[in-house]
């Protein structure tokens, strides 16, 4: 059973085979999702955040929230003090909340016995188990200069495959270092991790360090990479071809 | 792990990891997430429903809590099966228009029918930083996909596209 919902302004996309409960299973997925966006959307003002924000005290502070807040107070100090939610002295954990958000999603699925399933949002995707033919998943990425293309067909079992780029929102990603300088010279940069959480994260910042952003995913353990640049010309990561279909 | 040279190298690209994460936590601010929190064509359109949180309840309330997500409300309603296109919306680089699919009264699908393709000057910088990597050429794969990885789909224009398919797809 497939199913999508629009959550947070994106499609977030549920697929479960072989399970008997699955309109539960969806249900609860949607529900958290839409838990989340209730608790970190810094734009609600009845949001956790926002309230933090707003001076709730600490020991008024949910588990979940006090994780996700450790998880970057963590990322902070694991990085010099680079990684910082606090702006102009308010908090802002959304940058790590949409990949931890799948991730956690996934894991509530695992646990309630959900052995096969393909969930997404906004184009990050993880996956469990085998397809409705029994297979391996197969995610087509998405060809940056034709829509209606899909330039690559990976398979995948348990990874999370997460897509950075430029062209659907319009917007650009600056490389710190060069702040001035926007970047154009890659379209888009796919990142297949051990979960979606590493993916997502992994695939935001080596988009930022624009053609070099390959590289990096190419050093890092347990991570592949398929970048396509503005010549139409796509680079991958030496372990990638394992994923093709 | 064989030599320190590749230990500071992952160092030095870790802190720029985190940069990045404050840059698009702040791209988040500015583009995608404020406009879709309260989308202007969402709150006028009539018959979107209820409100955010309540879900597979009936929900024909129009009572409008402020700052509860429209979205998950819209998502709720009960819609006829078939295929809806939306409107054109004009996004900030190009257009947007999406297909919305429906079955058994739930959205199956949502497809684009037009994307924005930014960035018609800009120029490939050649780099020499991999040249240890194997490089191709773009090419179409017509084999079938359970999904597919794209940049988010988060903007103003996909929501305003997608509330006027969704609209036609009222029961």
């Known amino acids: 059973m497939k199913q999508t919902e629009i959550i947070m302004g994106m499609p977030v996309t549920l ?40 001076g709730l005290p600490r020991e008024e ?19 010099d003090g680079y990684f910082d939610i606090r702006h102009n002295d308010k908090l802002d954990p959304s940058g790590l909340v949409k990949g931890w958000a799948i991730e956690q999603a996934a894991e509530h699925l695992r646990k309630r016995g959900v052995k096969n399933f393909y969930l997404e949002a906004g184009g990050d995707i993880q996956t469990n188990g085998k397809n409705a033919d029994g297979e391996a998943w197969k995610v087509g990425i998405r060809n940056p200069f034709d829509i209606h293309e899909i330039i690559k067909v990976i398979t995948t ?24 300088l926007p970047i154009e010279s890659i379209k888009s940069l796919t990142v297949i991790g051990p979960n979606i959480y590493e993916a997502d994260r992994f695939a935001t910042a080596a988009f930022a360090m624009s053609e070099d952003g390959i590289g990096f995913i190419d050093a890092l353990d347990g991570f592949e990479g398929y970048m396509i640049d503005d010549n139409k010309t796509a680079t991958f990561t030496r372990g990638f071809e394992r994923y093709v279909a | 792990m064989s030599n320190t040279g590749m230990f500071a190298k992952k160092t030095l690209l870790a802190v720029g990891v985190v940069i990045t994460f404050v840059v698009y936590s702040f791209a988040l ?29 009936t929900g024909s309330t129009n009572n409008s809590s402020s700052g509860s997500s429209n979205m998950g409300m819209m998502s709720s309603t009960k819609y006829k099966d078939g295929s809806y296109t939306g409107s054109v ?17 739930k ?37 079938q996909v359970n999904g597919v990885t794209g940049a988010t789909l988060t903007s103003q224009a996909f929501v305003q596209s997608l509330s006027s398919a969704l609209s036609q797809a009222q029961a």
């Open chain 1, 157 to 180: 079992s348990g990874e999370g495959i997460a897509t950075s780029g430029t062209y659907i929102r319009g917007q650009h990603i600056y490389d710190p270092h060069v702040p001035n």
């Open chain 2, 107 to 143: 959205i199956t699908n949502v497809q684009f029918l037009q994307y924005p393709n930014d960035n018609p000057n800009s120029q490939y910088i050649n780099s020499q930083a991999t040249p240890y990597l194997k490089q191709e050429a773009l090419q179409a794969q017509s084999a």
């Open chain 1, 61 to 79: 502070w949910s588990d979940e929230m006090r994780t996700v807040l450790d998880l970057c107070e963590r990322t902070k100090h694991e990085t």
């Open chain 1, 15 to 54: 697929e479960i085979v072989g399970y008997e409960d699955s309109d539960a299973a969806i249900r609860d997925t949607f529900d958290y999702f839409k838990s989340v966006d209730k608790r970190y959307s810094t734009y609600k003002p009845d949001s956790e955040i926002s309230r933090i924000n707003n």
């Open chain 2, 29 to 57: 601010r500015n583009q995608g997430h404020s406009p879709i929190i309260a989308p202007a064509s969402l709150k006028n359109n009539p018959s979107s429903g209820s409100t955010g949180s309540n879900t597979a309840t």
């Open chain 2, 89 to 105: 919306a004009n996004a900030y680089y190009g257009n947007v228009q999406v297909q919305v699919s429906v079955s058994g009264g």
